[in-house]
């Protein structure tokens, strides 16, 4: 008599029939963001995206964010001028 890995002879399930060994994952399709996500590599340096109510700018690589509405102006600042990290309401 064989035994199983916890020294117990192993259980035969009538009926059962082995699965196949799965092999390598095919790579998945990108799928598009859902609302409220972003692709960091979608916003190129020096640019901004509006998701929701904020802002997300790419300054130089790092990724930061704010408010979207301009305090004194109420413009959107994702439509604004990006200069190093001062962004100026469009």
Known sequence: MTSGISGKPPVDIPNATPE???GPAAPKEPTAPKSG?????????GSAVLVGTVAV???????CAAQAKCTHRGGPLNEGTL???TVTCP
């Open 37 to 45: 996500e972003f692709r960091i590599k979608d916003i190129p340096p």
């Open 83 to 85: 200069d190093g990290s």
């Open 57 to 63: 700018f790419n300054v130089a690589g790092r990724v």
């Open 20 to 22: 196949p060994m799965a």
